[in-house]
Nanobody, 123 residues
Framework: QGRLVESGGGLVQPGGSLRLSCTSS????????IAWFRQAPGLEREVLSC????????YYGDAKKGRFTISADNAENTVYLQINSLQPEDTAVYYC????????????????WGQGTQVIVSS
């Protein structure tokens, strides 16, 4: 497998939006389940959402509340995570990760990780 690379993080004011991107130059993301995680300072890494051909789009935990949207552009070999109505508690490093064909909730199933992209929500 090749590397995963996240981008799109940054400093945003409360109430703003960001679209994070996850891409790879080494393999087709469409052949795997791709998940987005985040890790806030002092907290464990948590899964937010996953997308795969078999599952479609799945949402976990806080991401079920409707502010997060995962999508895939196969032509661009990119998976996106749109986050709306950002709040300071969304401040974290956001990671994408790949597992096999279907999405999995447990972090241990994901063996291929990007380096993360920092999101800071502050006024």
């Amino acid at each position: 497998q090749g590397r995963l690379v996240e981008s799109g993080g940054g400093l945003v004011q409360p109430g703003g939006s960001l679209r994070l991107s996850c891409t790879s130059s080494g393999f087709s993301l469409n052949d795997y389940a791709i998940a987005w995680f985040r890790q806030a300072p002092g907290l464990e890494r948590e899964v937010l959402s996953c997308i795969s051909r078999g599952d479609g789009a799945l949402y976990y935990g806080d991401a079920k509340k409707g502010r997060f949207t995962i999508s895939a552009d196969n032509a661009e070999n990119t998976v996106y995570l749109q986050i709306n109505s950002l709040q300071p508690e969304d401040t974290a490093v956001y990671y994408c990760a790949a597992t096999t064909v279907l999405c999995a909730y447990g972090i241990s199933w994901y063996k291929n990780w990007g380096q993360g992209t920092q999101v800071i929500v502050s006024s």
